[in-house]
């Protein structure tokens, strides 16, 4: 996957806040996302990130 920091990734499963999107902080063995909706940020193996990846979006 081409995953790049600064990008917003869309996964399956929604925040409990309700967004769907997360904005990428960190890339490496683990990533680190923001949820563009609340804020929250955490840090997530690379494996789930890529397994569970809908879209990939630039930020605007």
């Known amino acids: 996957m081409d ?6 990734v869309r996964l399956k499963k929604k925040h409990p806040c309700g967004s769907f999107e997360w904005e ?10 923001k949820c563009t909706g609340c ?10 990130v890529e397994k569970n990846v ?3 979006k630039e930020k605007a």
């Open 3 to 8: 995953i790049k920091v600064g990008n917003i």
């Open 24 to 33: 990428v902080l960190r890339i490496g063995a683990d990533f680190r996302l």
């Open 39 to 48: 804020g929250h940020q955490i840090m997530i193996a690379r494996k789930l």
């Open 54 to 56: 809908k879209e990939i």
